[in-house]
């Protein structure tokens, strides 16, 4: 069920600079972890977390991004349901259920327009986000403020509607109103997103003419990102995050001066 853990996080590398920020959105505060690169001005990258939250493998995430040169923000997108203590399985998928995608949305253009005018920006901005995360890069990117490169492991072109979630992906306006390049990841035996509906995304965006690349890799399921070099999915893991890097690279570029 995706990243409930960080079994190999960064270390060593440049100085980066830790910030905690809190956001005003509709509804309360939105905390966020903000982590500066060595060098500025640089370009932003939001993170978008599972359903397990903005945890320590998201932080890591963040912080290696950082370590890639970028700004990167960790937004805590379930601060109105609160935390979980000793979580269990139903517990974390009941909280997500309980996740109004409108105000996730929201909070997610606000980090956005906060990064792209952030002090040490350069004004571009990018996403990247797993599982209920990667879902949401891909709806991120039909809204305003529109990333210059948006990035999904493993989200879900399609999965149940519900009232808290009425919007899909592969929803003919969505495919429609994208106007960020995506880059996609997925493992062939993610039967939980479903190779099937990847390929049916993949199909509406060609139609649509909407820059984007998906890659599926043979023989790892759904959550295969992992820096750890025993796992099995390592070296899937590490061809998808060095695209990551080179594609955010392409579209963002780097810090000023380096």
């Known amino acids: 069920m995706c990243h409930d853990t960080c079994p190999h996080p960064v270390s060593g590398g440049s100085q980066l600079q830790e ?3 809190t956001l005003p959105v509709e509804g309360g505060s939105l ?3 903000v982590v500066l ?3 500025t001005s640089a370009p932003a990258v939001l993170v978008m977390h599972d359903i397990h939250g903005a945890n320590a493998f998201y932080q890591d995430l963040t912080r290696r991004l950082a370590g890639a040169g970028y ?3 960790l937004p805590d997108l379930y601060f109105r349901q609160g935390a979980l203590e000793n979580p269990t399985r139903e517990e974390v998928r009941e909280r997500a259920s309980q ?4 105000d996730a949305l929201a909070d997610i253009q606000a980090t956005l327009t906060w990064l792209r005018d952030h002090g040490a920006s350069t004004g571009r901005i990018g996403t990247i986000g797993m599982c209920w995360g990667g879902s949401m890069v891909m709806l991120a990117a039909s809204r305003e403020p529109v990333p210059d490169a ?7 072109p399609v999965r149940e509607r519900t009232p808290n ?6 929803d003919e306006e969505e495919a429609v109103g994208i106007a960020s390049p995506l880059l996609g990841f997925w ?8 190779m099937d509906n990847v390929a049916a995304y993949d199909y509406k965006l060609q139609q649509y003419k909407k820059p984007h690349q998906f890659f599926r890799y043979p023989d790892v399921g759904h959550g295969f990102l992992t820096f750890d070099p025993d796992s099995a999915a390592y070296a899937a893991s590490q061809d998808a995050w060095e695209r990551t890097l080179d594609f955010l690279d392409q579209h963002l570029g780097g810090a000023e001066g380096a």
């Open 99 to 102: 996740v109004v995608q409108e």
């Open 31 to 33: 905390p966020l972890l």
């Open 187 to 194: 493992g062939e035996e993610d039967s939980a997103v479903g």
């Open 150 to 156: 948006s990035v999904s492991f493993y989200g879900f």
């Open 71 to 73: 700004i990167a923000a």
């Open 165 to 170: 979630n009425p919007v899909l992906p592969i």
């Open 37 to 39: 690169p060595e060098q």
């Open 19 to 21: 910030q905690n920020h």
